[in-house]
């Protein structure tokens, strides 16, 4: 079998490498960025582009930044309890710094698993994640993070620009509450016969994160700013909550996002999520919050894992090794709660061919975090973590809980931190999602196919299904400058 299976590897072009696992896979290792351009330069008789990992280089050559604290993020973890009458140590400084907090061991539920998602047509059925041998922690989508559909494209359910826009039927199905769905087809781009090396990213993707500018991520608060914080704590998602769906851009249909999400908080978030299955389900969070928090998975493209997927996601997922969710202040007004069950987008999944107006990737490094790269994936120093940066809007319409193009409702502040004229700060979200990659232009987020991996189309969704109770403690810590 084994022999077969190399035989047949071969004869596809010899670029598998049969030491995955003692037997060839059935697609060509260079879906690995990297060796793609490898084997580019090999064929072309050029030299691989000069593109070289922060880790490749003497450690004597350049040491990190200096910067200041609040703009470090630290490696310590929370405390296990915390509740609304205690304030958390301090891990941060006031004035909007970045700190990743570390729930790595908050609670999760009792029966929690290793497994992820893999895609099917028909259903979804966990299995197991595979474990990488040389990553200690095992690690397993500006504004729109709930995959907004293409406005050009006929299928898109959710179109920005024509909100009675009729939904196409698609496949007809049945839901889990017996109601006939609609299952998304795959892209008409992607294709199983598609070659690896045309599915993205590619190495000019890339950035060593020392060559990035540093820049200012945060106006400063001004003195009628709320300089607050409060960190929900709903672990890493080690219960291995994943789907292809997204029940805010397009709910009723399965792998509506043609990529797959990690979830922490609410247990039961998938395409045919309501306020009323929200309300009722578990959730990973502490302080009863079961708000659902969502975002494409990153995978290693080294690893030669779901190759078949009809949309190009292929690799092995990683997961984050650290999550934070912070609740933040505004630069210049006092924050008034969120509405129960209010919606929220960052960033656009289809940023690389919608064009970067609704795009807010954020990525850098842990140890790098005043060098931000909007549009390149960061290669970072070893011992350095890829930190993906993601702010939601923060300045609601005060009526609304979600909109046709789910962005009208709540906007982003301008570029002092105040919000426009008619709208009500609210705490913002940031979460701040840090992974072991491997060495390397070797990894890549999920993206629609048409998309090809751009670390453009970065996103992330939210809704918010927090008690009163607990929303009126988060308003009251941001507002009364307390890290909570």
């Known amino acids: 079998m084994a022999a077969a299976m190399t035989a047949l590897a071969v004869a596809a072009g010899g670029l598998v490498s049969a030491a995955v696992i003692g037997v060839a896979p059935a697609r060509a290792d260079h879906c690995d960025p990297a060796q793609a351009s490898q084997d580019d330069a090999r064929r072309q ?11 490749q280089q003497a450690p004597d050559q350049q040491a990190p930044d200096q910067q200041a604290p609040d703009q470090q993020v630290p490696d310590q973890q929370v405390p296990d309890q915390q509740v609304p009458d205690q304030q958390a140590p301090d891990q941060q400084v006031q004035g909007g710094g970045i700190v990743l907090r570390d729930p790595a061991q908050s609670p999760e539920p009792e029966n929690a ?3 992820f998602f893999r895609r099917d047509r028909s259903r979804r059925t966990p299995t197991a994640a595979p474990q990488d041998p040389q990553d200690p922690q095992n690690p397993q989508d500006p504004q729109n993070p709930q995959d907004p559909q293409n406005p050009q494209d006929p299928q898109n359910p959710q179109d920005p620009q024509n909100p009675q826009n009729p939904q ?3 496949d007809q199905s049945q839901d889990r509450r017996g109601r006939p769905t609609r299952t998304a087809s795959p ?3 992607a294709s199983q016969d598609d070659d690896c090396k045309d599915l993205g990213p590619f190495v000019t993707d890339f950035v060593d994160i020392r060559q990035v500018q540093p820049l200012r991520l945060d106006a400063g608060i001004g003195r009628n ?6 960190v929900a704590q709903c672990g890493t998602n080690r219960n291995g909550h994943n789907n292809p769906d997204n029940f805010i851009v397009a709910p009723g249909v399965s792998n509506g996002a043609h990529h797959l999400h990690d979830y922490v908080g609410n247990l039961s978030t998938d395409g045919f999520s309501t306020d009323e299955s929200l309300a009722a389900a578990g959730t990973t969070c502490r302080l009863g919050d079961k708000s659902t928090y969502f975002w494409p998975v990153l995978r290693d493209r080294k690893v030669d894992a779901n190759v078949q997927d009809p949309d190009g996601n292929v690799g092995r997922v990683i997961r984050a090794g650290t999550v934070s969710l912070q609740f933040r202040g505004n630069a210049t007004s006092r924050v008034v709660a969120m509405p129960r069950f209010l919606r929220l987008i960052t960033g656009d999944a289809k940023a690389g061919t919608n064009g970067a107006a609704n ?4 990525w850098s490094c842990t140890g790098f975090t005043n060098r931000i790269s909007p549009d390149k994936y960061p290669l970072c120093p070893r011992g350095s973590q890829v ?12 009526q609304n809980t979600d909109s046709a193009n789910h ?3 709540v906007v982003f502040p301008g570029q002092n931190g105040a919000c426009p004229q008619g709208t009500k700060a609210i705490p913002q979200l940031r979460m701040l999602l840090a992974y072991t990659v491997p060495q390397g232009p070797s990894f890549a987020v999920d993206a629609f196919p048409e998309q090809k991996h751009n670390p453009v189309t970065d996103h992330a969704d939210f809704a918010n299904v927090m008690p009163e109770r607990l929303m009126q403690f988060v308003v009251s810590c941001i507002n009364r400058g307390r890290r909570c």
Do not use: V
């Not at 008789?45 to 880790?55: E, I, K, T, V």
């Not at 700013?225 to 409060?230: E, H, M, V």
């Not at 930190?387 to 005060?398: A, K, T, V, Y």
């Open 168 to 170: 196409d039927p698609g």
């Open 187 to 189: 892209s008409p781009t």
């Open 225 to 230: 700013g709320s300089r607050g914080t409060f």
């Open 45 to 55: 008789g050029d030299r691989a582009p000069d593109q070289q990992a922060p880790d």
């Open 387 to 398: 930190l993906r940066i993601l702010d939601f809007p923060s300045c609601w319409d005060g």
């Open 113 to 115: 698993g290793d497994g």
């Open 407 to 409: 962005r009208t409702h």
């Open 359 to 362: 795009a807010r990737a954020r």
